[in-house]
């Protein structure tokens, strides 16, 4: 915290939003720490990322080792002045807590050791309520050697520990310490009104681990506050001394938990439900009567014993129903319910339907592509009243899927593995036997090369990889020779892993002295789409090597006595990431297999990997890391996403196989970003992973987001000609931010959106951004029917004030002293003052008419004007605009 704060007095910011500690920072007993502070660009609502890093100075190694992260947060601009103080001091009706034995008794018990400067803590005293809550005080001191250090410091780091000492030993980490001991792990809002104290008085509230706390000095003068302080146990060993194995690599674990019911929920009427089977939405749209504002679709289960072939049936079926739901504007604004009976894994005692489990998968997709469009019901049992409470709850509660079970409403979510959970029933899966042959298919493509080359030294000596070209694959037989190398004996088998025949010919040719002992399921191709537009060809190709060849080593493999069967399945089954509808379709499939598997008793895991950086040496790693283009990068950096390097990928899976989970998530999070997006942005999959950032704006930052209807009534006042600048502005504002831009001025408003670098991904969430903002529903093919940001403008211009025509007068014209005009006037100075440098733009042509009403002329010229920063024209609006 004090590193954070000391980089933050470099770039004036003097509150930190938020810091995030992912790993203590141990000295070594030889040698130095190299110690690193990164403070990021400022972002458009002020704040300022920054990170603490460190790495050992290298004594005795030739190179440094690598930087770790340490902690993560935002820093911003303190706004706030303290309303309170601490001047009535000792504190009334409290009773006090001996602390003469305090650190040799009770902090020393919880295996922490204080010496020196750290013992801090001289007096406590607690204040009890009727409720149960409590209140703690304490007054803490640096002794004699140390408090001529605390000038050094904007808060001494020994003086705040010892601030903290008198939280942790009152009531408000009861039921998180457990008696091991607990941490700091995240702080938001600290604001540093003195620096330099010595002393401090402390005053700490809250529970359950959440604690908010004040610091004064002896005159009672705040020194800081903390909004709020989380912390969490320390596990029962030392492993987090060592941190995570790479900065952001997380292995997350989804269970379904009851849902977090509104206090107000509202039962939507003018349902349309046909019942139990096909839903025509061609029937629907053709009605004289209008659409009503939920209608729900009941995926139908395709019949038969082909697995494979009822999953294309399912496919086929749900995306044909999506593309005339989501292309017919009579659709656009009512809500589609796609229930499903037991699609899903929920319970260790679900039998998810596979079929309806891929359609699922593709829905999620559709989801993200088309926020606020579809909702995701699984069912139970097919009562259609507790389906309207689920429909009217999740929609209250912002939920995008949920699962009704046994009558009670649950909704997923993403939390770091700690063991076997019941929704996930357990893994049969047990270490392989290293003389048996393990089974990499996709073995010759970077992730099976890189796994193959992290099997082979960790002991496994028979590996068989599968791939289409077999030995023909370039590099295959320096591939060979390095394994080789690592003790490994290897068979490079020729086949197509969709074809079944290939599969049982592959089997068959595992020699008898090293049976087949481990499955690894790795082969996978992209052929990504929006769900409205997918063809046939492109669902099959995603189809055959995941879904078809999952189902064939499941088959043939059933009989054989396994160690472990493991899938390379993807986060995009489980987030259902937008243009990947039929990726996310196929893992979807495989993370229903394996839980089938696991019921079954069979071995079984499902990895949902995120993206895996490429390998050195390669430009892709299964299809998806060398392809990614600058926008690609930027969306995936504005979501918190990060590519997996081989290094953490593989630590994961090491990690992921000693789970008894049957799912789990290894992905790349930067958890900062991640709260950094707030409420709306975070994926409700994450929401008890990483709590929102608290977004703090200074006296002159933005107001709060202008809604739709603001926008409609603001732009209808104007001139066509202000009207089309001001919506120019918004349409390539977004551009920019679609496309990682640091703003819009590089934006040509001429341009091409292909010149740009628009692809359909980066085109509907432009798409999903104007609508957002403007109200409209705009197609999906937006930037294709409108090829360039000037021309895009004029047509939302039109859309958002038609009736704009006519307000020449307000910018240009003869102009009338009213408070209207004034009103209005005020409105845009604020709204411009806190936009883009564009926008002053558009605020001269009223001022100039306003300070004419007003029979007066400016004290700056126009030329002046125009140029003018946002202090001057503060300073000009009070001078000129201050009586009116």
């Not at 909702?375 to 949920?402: F, K, N, W, Y």
């Not at 493509?445 to 796994?451: F, I, Q």
């Not at 079954?600 to 060398?626: Q, V, Y």
């Not at 609508?771 to 939302?796: E, R, S, Y």
Request: glycine letters at 10%.
């Amino acid at each position: 915290m004090e590193l954070a704060l000391a980089a933050g007095e470099h770039v004036g910011c003097d509150l930190l939003e938020q810091l995030t500690v992912e790993a203590p920072l141990v000295l070594p007993e030889h040698g130095g720490v190299s110690v690193q502070v990164v403070v990021g660009n400022t972002e458009e609502t002020g704040r300022r990322p920054v990170r603490v890093y460190s790495r050992p100075e290298g004594v005795g190694q030739a190179e440094p080792g690598p930087w770790r992260s340490h902690a993560f947060g935002y820093l911003g601009i303190r706004t706030a002045t303290p309303d309170t103080t601490l001047a009535h001091w000792p504190p009334r009706d409290v009773r006090e807590i001996p602390v003469a034995d305090v650190y040799d008794e009770v902090v020393e018990g919880r295996h922490f050791r204080y010496e020196g400067a750290f013992r801090g803590l001289r007096t406590l005293w607690q204040r009890d309520h009727p409720d149960g809550s409590s209140e703690m005080f304490a007054e803490v001191a640096l002794p004699a050697e140390a408090a001529g250090d605390a000038k050094r410091y904007s808060l001494h780091p020994a003086l705040l520990d010892a601030a903290l000492h008198a939280v942790g030993l009152g009531p408000q980490l009861d039921g998180i310490d457990e008696g091991s001991g607990s941490m700091p792990f995240s702080w938001s809002g600290l604001s540093l009104f003195r620096a330099g104290a010595s002393m401090v008085r402390v005053h700490a509230t809250g529970g359950n681990g959440d604690v908010a706390i004040t610091l004064a000095d002896e005159t009672g003068a705040t020194v800081a506050t903390v909004d709020s302080l989380v912390f969490r146990p320390l596990p029962a060993d030392e492993s987090y001394l060592l941190g995570p194995a790479e900065d952001g690599a997380e292995l997350l674990a989804q269970d379904w938990v009851p849902v977090r019911r509104p206090s107000t929920v509202d039962d939507s009427d003018g349902w349309h439900d046909p019942g139990i089977g096909r839903l025509d939405l061609a029937t629907l749209a053709d009605a004289e009567t209008p659409v009503p504002p939920v209608v729900v679709l009941r995926p139908s289960r395709p019949a038969g014993d082909d697995v494979t072939a009822r999953v294309r049936a399912a496919l086929t079926e749900l995306t044909g129903h999506l593309r005339v739901w989501l292309t017919d504007q009579r659709f656009a604004g009512s809500l589609l319910v796609v229930r499903t009976e037991r699609a899903l894994g929920v319970r260790a005692d679900d039998e998810p339907d596979l079929a309806l489990s891929a359609a699922y998968g593709l829905a999620r997709s559709a989801q993200n592509e088309y926020p606020g469009r579809l909702l995701l019901v699984d069912v139970d049992e097919p009562t259609d009243t507790a389906l309207r409470d689920a429909v009217a709850v999740a929609s209250a509660a912002r939920e995008p899927q949920v699962a009704l079970r046994a009558g009670e409403l649950l909704v997923p979510r993403l939390h770091r593995d700690d063991g076997p959970a019941e929704s996930d029933g357990g893994s049969a899966a047990r270490t392989p036997d290293p003389d048996g042959t393990v089974l990499i298919t996709g073995g010759l493509g970077s992730l099976g090369r890189s796994l193959a080359r992290h099997l082979a030294s960790r002991g496994a000596r028979r590996l068989m990889l599968l791939s289409r070209r077999g030995a023909e694959s370039p590099g295959a037989a320096e591939l060979v020779a390095e394994l080789g190398e690592l003790g490994a004996h290897v068979e490079l088998a020729r086949g197509d892993v969709a074809r079944r025949d290939d599969v049982a010919r592959v089997l068959a040719e595992v020699p008898a002295a090293h049976p087949l002992t481990a499955v690894v399921h790795a082969a996978g191709v992209l052929d990504d789409g929006m769900v409205e537009s997918l063809t046939d060809r492109q669902v099959e190709n995603v189809l055959a090597p995941k879904v078809d060849g999952a189902w064939h080593l499941h088959e043939l493999t059933r009989e054989l006595d396994l160690a472990a069967f493991t899938c390379f399945s993807s986060a995009a089954g489980v987030f259902g990431t937008a243009g990947q509808g039929a990726y996310a379709a196929a893992n979807a499939f495989l993370d229903a297999l394996m839980n089938q598997r696991a019921a079954a008793g069979l071995p079984a895991r499902s990895l949902g990997w995120g993206l895996w950086a490429p390998d050195s040496g390669t430009s892709t790693t299964d299809g998806m890391g060398g392809g990614l283009g600058a926008a690609d990068r930027a969306r995936m950096d504005r979501t918190g996403i990060r590519a997996l390097t081989v290094e953490q990928g593989l630590a994961l899976w090491d990690t992921a196989t000693g789970s008894d989970r049957v799912h789990l998530v290894p992905i790349g999070l930067d958890l900062v970003t991640v709260a950094g997006l707030g409420e709306e942005g975070i994926s409700p999959l994450l929401r008890d992973l990483v709590r929102p950032a608290r977004r703090r704006r200074s006296a002159r930052s933005a107001a709060p987001a202008e809604s739709p209807a603001d926008l409609a009534c603001r732009l209808g006042r104007l001139s066509p000609s202000e009207r089309d600048r001001q919506v120019l502005n918004l349409v390539l504002g977004h551009i920019a931010a679609v496309l990682g831009y640091p703003s819009a001025d590089g934006v040509p408003a001429d341009g091409p959106f292909g010149d740009l670098g628009f692809d359909s991904l980066s085109s509907v969430e432009l798409r999903n951004r104007l609508n957002a903002a403007t109200g409209l529903n705009l197609p999906a093919t937006l930037v294709f029917d409108h090829p360039t940001p000037a021309i895009l403008a004029a047509h939302l211009g039109t859309e958002i004030a038609p009736d704009a025509a006519g307000a020449e007068e307000l910018a240009d014209g003869p102009a009338e002293r009213g408070p209207d005009q004034l009103s209005g006037l005020a409105q845009a100075v604020e709204e411009a003052l806190a936009g883009e440098h564009a926008q002053r733009d558009a605020l001269r042509g009223q001022l100039r008419a306003a300070l004419r009403a007003l029979d007066g002329e400016p004290g700056l010229g126009v030329d002046e004007l125009s140029s003018a920063s946002v202090d001057q024209l503060y300073a000009f609006v009070d001078r000129e605009l201050g009586d009116a």
